[in-house]
């Protein structure tokens, strides 16, 4: 079984500032790990994925995760926030490409002027 | 745009009622997606087809169910509407899986049951 906790259910940081985005896993299998991004009123966007590959990942609009398998953590960062990156994050873990995925009750990120 | 469609945008309906919500995946993606968003439950995969057959299950109850047709796109039904089903659902697609291609999300559907 799966399960995903992202700590923080919402994060302030200044615009220009560090952005670290916190999800620890569980699972009784190796995972797949993701990273999404919800602007309002729209779907979900996927931002980086976690497939066994590196375990550093880049993703899009600057964000990167890194896969920790001691910590069972897969954090998400970006190092200068802009405005435009104010919405909700979702981090999410699959046991197998074809079974569900488990989603993290998210993180909504506000960005400070 | 993700290239996802979904049909109708809004929803209202009442308890006890059946409605069905339409989902075109990506031009070339075999994979749909359902989940549901509410307040109470969060982010919910419900169920995944490829090709026209289930594939995967998640946490979809008895009284929804959903398919894939030949053309690929995908109808979620859902009957005996209460309350709790209130909720957006969206609909995604990916040309296989989840791990090996990026999952592409529709703008969703807003299910309101008074």
């Known amino acids: 079984a799966q399960s995903v906790t992202q700590l923080g259910s919402h994060v302030s940081v200044s615009e220009g500032a560090l952005v670290l985005l916190r999800c620890n896993y569980s699972?009784?299998?190796?995972?797949?790990l993701f990273w999404y991004v919800q602007y309002p009123n729209q779907g979900l966007q996927l931002l980086l994925k976690?497939?066994?590959?590196?375990?550093l990942v880049k993703g899009i609009n600057g964000f990167e995760a890194e896969f920790k398998k001691s910590e069972t953590s897969f954090h998400l960062t970006k190092p200068s926030a802009h405005m435009s990156d104010a919405a909700e994050y979702f981090c999410a873990v699959s046991g197998d490409r074809d079974d569900k995925i488990i989603f993290g009750k998210g993180t909504r990120l506000h960005i400070l002027p | 745009d993700s290239g996802v469609t979904q049909t109708p945008k809004h929803l209202i309906t009442a308890t006890g009622q059946r409605v069905t919500l339409r989902c075109s995946p990506r031009?070339?993606?075999?994979?749909v997606y359902w989940y549901q968003q509410s307040l109470d439950q969060g982010l919910q995969f419900l169920i995944q087809?490829?090709?026209?057959?289930?594939?995967a299950k998640g946490n979809i109850l008895e009284r929804f169910s959903a398919q894939q047709f030949p053309d690929l796109h995908s109808e979620l039904n859902l009957s005996s509407l209460e309350l709790g089903d209130s909720a957006l659902y969206f609909c995604?697609?990916?040309?296989?899986?989840?791990?090996?291609?990026?999952?592409?999300f529709g703008p969703g559907t807003r299910l309101t049951v008074l």
């Open positions: 087809y490829y090709n026209g057959e289930e594939r």
């Open positions: 995604a697609s990916s040309v296989v899986d989840i791990v090996t291609d990026t999952q592409y």
């Open positions: 031009s070339g993606d075999l994979s």
């Open positions: 976690y497939t066994s590959a590196a375990t």
């Open positions: 699972s009784s299998v190796p995972p797949y």
